[in-house]
């Protein structure tokens, strides 16, 4: 599905998501926003390292670093980290914790045919998508691309029917199923040269597009593993080190698959650094992705 190309050039169907790096100024709000609220897992805290995520699985990492200033505003960086939830009764007592919790936070909900998405912005400003995905059986493809759109979602009435007093009490409660992250969104400078980067060369299949602004990709035929878009900050060039999105994890699923794109990405010029178990490669606006394998 999606754009028609070599296998060889493209990534593993089974590619997956990994971890996303938060650089943050202040560690225990931002904590107490992602365990509190979205009610993740504190899994480990060692210094200035924060992970959190759900069933021993990390799904943000975040890195204390009060030295950095904030992004300018129109810069590349993270537009919002998904967190893609098992089930609606998990989605929905993550929705009513943050709710209760940081109302101020929440910006909007909306039904994309394929998945239901509720959207906040974290203290320090980044975006946030907690989402649940329809059944692949119940998605459209029309042309090579999905068909997603963006639909009123009452979110009280979301909450009526799929809240639960046990999830109010517990909405880290194991029975909820589990959250992973579901994808990551990024703000960039220019489409053509995201799909340059990410689709010619990296090796994502392009599932849909919003006209000039906004390109959606992913592998094996997900609605889409990463996008990005020009929203909030066309034109913008190579990042400077400074708050909010540290990495992006690809999770490949074996190490001759990172090696199969290392040899890609180098093979059209790219700078890589290879550790002999992961890949790491910047984007053309230095953001920073890190290719890992599943199997250890």
Known sequence: MGTMTNAADLLAPDTAMGAVTLRVGDLDRMIAYYR???ALDLISHVGDIAVLGRGGVPALILQHAPE?????????GLFHTAILFD???ALAASVYSVATRFPQSFTGSSDHLVSKAFYFTDPEGNGVELYWDRDRTEWSWAHGQIEMSTLFLDPNVFLQEHLSQESVDDPRAPALGGAAIGHVHLSVGDVPQARDFYVDKLGFEVTTTFGPSALFVSAGG?????AMNVWNSQGAGRRQQTLGLGQVEIVLPHADDIAAVDDRLRHHGLQTA????????ADPWDNTLLLRPASA
Do not use: F, I, Q
Not at 68 to 76: D, I, T, V, W
Not at 222 to 226: G, L, V
Not at 274 to 281: H, L, M
């Open 274 to 281: 290879n550790d002999g178990r992961t890949v790491t490669v």
């Open 36 to 38: 509190d609220a979205v």
């Open 68 to 76: 950095l200033k904030n992004p300018e505003p129109r810069s590349a």
């Open 222 to 226: 997900y609605h889409h593993h990463m």
């Open 87 to 89: 089930t609606e009764a």
